[in-house]
């Protein structure tokens, strides 16, 4: 197949360039995008998928050579099939790849979510509260099933979006429970948890013991510190676009399949109940 056009542009969409772990993600995009005389488009589509779609049309009518799509917006898989869009290399992060290319870069999120649990029964926890999207991405599905299929308690699930927000609104249902620890599926729900759970006077890690997910630099300045696990997220946006751009220039190239490792980050939001 020949690429027709070049225009030394990439197209990347993400769901919330206020969280940091996207804007960490696209630095590492961005810089190695830039050392290959790239330049980036970037486009923040919330869950809207209105403005997805026509953030995929302008993108496609600017010419782009290639697509990083890393939103967590339901239908967004469906919306890369578009023939616009077909003859141009698309790498979706966050979920397995249902495009056309299959080139894949993830990281272990099903062993994240079991390192997580292992942690909680080691600390002697019964009941936890899981705060995930109601709709996961493939990612996300997986590190709930890492955790689920390894905590030998019992799992309390609420579904939250992936913002503090969320994570805040949710505590006054987290009292209700007898769980004695939250797994947020990410750090901005953990914080949204901190400000919710300080509200109601508890303290972490006395009260409620706190895992977040991801290892955002804020993880580390809040009070107490967050325990959490890391994802090499400079790395994942290196490696995505240096995957994109050799599918550029090589389009009949092997499938690429990449798994980054995760770690656990012991902090002081874990305690024994
Ligand atoms: O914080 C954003 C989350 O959505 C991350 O955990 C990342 O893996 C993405 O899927």
Do not use: W
Not at 162 to 169: D, E, V
Not at 172 to 189: C, G, K, M, V, Y
């Amino acid at each position: 197949r020949m690429i027709m056009k070049k225009s030394q542009t990439i197209g990347i969409i993400v769901p919330d360039i206020t969280n940091p772990f996207f804007a960490t993600l696209v630095k590492g995009i961005e810089e190695v995008l830039f050392k290959s005389d790239f330049m980036t488009i970037l486009c923040n589509v919330d869950t809207n998928d209105d403005k997805g779609i026509k953030a995929l049309e302008a993108l496609n009518h600017r010419g782009v050579d290639g697509l990083i799509v890393a939103s967590s917006g339901v239908s967004m898989s469906e919306l890369v099939k578009q023939d616009a869009l077909k003859n141009i290399p698309v790498i979706e992060l966050d979920r397995q790849s249902t495009s056309q290319t299959m080139d894949s870069i993830k990281t272990n999120d099903y062993l994240g979510g079991k390192l997580v649990a292992e942690l909680l029964n080691e600390m002697e926890h019964h009941t936890v509260v899981a705060l995930f999207p109601e709709f996961p991405s493939q990612n996300i599905l997986k590190r709930l099933e890492g955790f689920t299929n390894h905590f030998l308690g019992q799992v309390i699930h609420f579904s939250t979006e992936l913002s503090k927000a969320s994570g805040k609104k949710r505590v006054s249902d987290i009292l209700l429970t007898d769980a004695t620890a939250i797994f947020a599926a990410n750090d901005e729900i953990a914080f949204g948890v901190y400000t919710g759970l300080n509200d109601y006077g508890k303290k972490i890690p006395e009260d409620y013991s706190v895992v977040g997910y991801d290892d955002i630099e804020m993880s580390s300045y809040v009070f107490p510190s967050l325990t959490t696990v890391s994802q090499p997220i400079f790395e994942l946006g290196q490696k995505t676009a240096n995957t994109l751009i050799q599918r550029i220039e090589s389009p009949e190239m092997d499938e690429t399949e990449i798994i980054l490792p995760v770690k656990l980050i012991k902090r002081l939001s874990v305690a024994h109940p």
